[in-house]
């Protein structure tokens, strides 16, 4: 029987506290007034993808698309992806990659499982060109990209921080897939929808303990092979 297992990917895919904050890091700026904003209600999610972005274009004033990719690249990735990723695909199972962070990195770790396929855009598909697809359903934020390649005040907003659940349903309607072979890994808060709406849902290294609360199972490492374990053990009953 076919799974569905979905991922977050900050501190779950990526061993960093956000991939955001990795570009942040590298242009020695700080987002923590957004933060704080969004914190207190004083600032919606739209408002604070706008807010960073033009912190990032005030930091680096000459900022285009390839220099927003080169700045993720190099971001760390969490020990045990690779063969947690690669046992999933090899089963036959489908991996969705449901995140707020950055779609370069969420593109880069896709793209590491390619299909047969010719890239093309599509619900859940990677957002460029690389020569094929992926075999990943990959929902993202970030920015977006001008014609002239420059970046827009407009960010990429694919993912909402409490709307995680809405994708994940709508992953289980397209793929047949129901709530009873659904997995999902993630380390926050806001990853208590698709924890809703999996079978088995896992707390990754988590961020706090408000989802430890929810979550079937909490694995406190950060080594993809441990939940691996808890994947199998899952699927093969």
């Known amino acids: 029987m076919q ?3 979905c991922f977050d990917m900050d501190r779950v895919l990526v061993d960093h506290m956000s991939t955001w904050q990795y570009v942040y890091d590298s ?5 923590e007034e957004a933060f704080n904003l ?15 972005l033009a912190m990032i274009k005030d930091a ?56 047969a396929e010719p890239w093309r855009r599509r619900w859940g598909g990677i957002n460029r060109h690389r020569g094929c697809d992926t075999k990943f359903h990959v929902f993202t934020n970030g920015w977006l990209q001008r014609n002239d390649g420059s970046i827009d005040d407009y960010g990429r907003y694919q993912v909402q921080m409490n709307g995680k659940g809405s ?27 698709m924890f809703e709406e999996s079978e088995l849902s896992i707390c990754f290294n988590p961020w706090d303990e ?12 950060r080594n993809l092979l441990d939940v691996l374990e808890a994947i199998k053990n899952q699927i093969k009953g």
């Open 3 to 5: 799974y569905l297992v």
């Open 27 to 31: 242009l020695n700026i700080s987002n």
């Open 38 to 52: 969004y914190n207190q209600g004083k600032l919606d999610e739209w408002d604070w993808l706008k807010m960073d």
């Open 60 to 115: 680096y004033p000459e900022i285009n698309d390839k220099k927003m990719r080169e700045l993720c690249q190099g971001t760390p990735l969490m020990k045990g992806m690779m063969e947690c990723l690669q046992w999933i695909i090899d089963e036959g199972h489908e991996i969705a990659i449901i995140s707020g962070g950055m779609q370069e990195t969420a593109t880069d770790i896709a793209c590491m499982f390619p299909s």
């Open 167 to 193: 994708i994940v349903k709508m992953l289980q309607r397209r793929l047949n897939i129901p709530k009873e072979r659904t997995i999902s890994i993630g380390d926050s808060a806001g990853d208590l929808g």
């Open 210 to 221: 408000k989802p430890v609360a929810v979550a079937k199972m909490t694995i406190r490492s």
